[in-house]
């Protein structure tokens, strides 16, 4: 008996990568919509994750929050949509899917915020500098279609939607490596129902 795949979410959050990553998987699943407020941090939902925060999936009895570790666990769990390279082939998949969590996030966030580290404050943060990790992803997708490897992957749901959002916040617009690399994703047809449907509960 298939186990029952629930997903936690508010459409205005990084619960869209997750949500995009579900889509590719083409597997049933339950939306489970939550406001920001009460609903997120109720004894009900803390049970899920503690944070409070979405995203976050119900697989069975297994909890995954995060959005990298939930695209590397749905690649894993669902191994037929082949979203996860060999297990010998995963090193560029792997490093890139938590550079992207770890430092591209956390630099291009805290610039849109309006504060960067001085160099003095830079060895004490994962990314070191925004520029830094900037120009180290561009290097990394220049001239590829997909940021590990021949194919399409989990890793690029989780980098490639990140570099969109940075992109759409307008804080890397100016890598035309990220910017082409970000074009070739964006019109996938998994991205556009996930969009949809998240338009659709903002809606509701």
Not at 29 to 45: C, F, N, Q
Not at 150 to 156: E, G, I, Q, Y
Not at 163 to 191: C, H, M, Q, S, T
């Amino acid at each position: 008996m298939q186990q029952e795949l629930v997903f936690y979410t508010n459409p205005q959050s990084r619960g869209n990568i997750a949500h995009w990553m579900l889509e590719e998987l083409g597997v049933p699943y339950r939306p489970v919509v939550l406001a920001y407020g009460d609903a997120m941090k109720s004894p009900e939902y803390l049970a899920i994750n503690p944070m409070g925060k979405v995203p976050a999936i119900r697989h069975g009895d297994r909890i995954v929050t995060e959005g990298a570790a939930i695209c590397a666990y749905l690649a894993d769990a669902f191994p037929d949509a082949g979203l996860a390279p060999a297990p010998a082939d995963r090193a560029d998949y792997y490093r890139w899917l938590f550079f992207a969590a770890s430092c591209l996030e956390a630099a291009w966030t805290d610039k849109a915020a309006g504060w960067l580290p001085s160099p003095e404050q830079q060895r004490m943060f994962g990314y070191g500098s925004f520029e830094l990790t900037v120009d180290t992803l561009a290097k990394a997708v220049a001239g590829k279609r997909y940021i590990a490897g021949d194919r399409f992957s989990a890793a690029d749901v989780y980098v490639g939607r990140s570099v969109g959002y940075g992109i759409e916040f307008g804080e890397l617009g100016n890598w035309p490596e990220l910017v082409k690399y970000w074009n070739a994703l964006k019109d996938r047809p998994a991205l556009a129902r996930a969009t949809a449907q998240a338009e659709s509960w903002q809606q509701a």
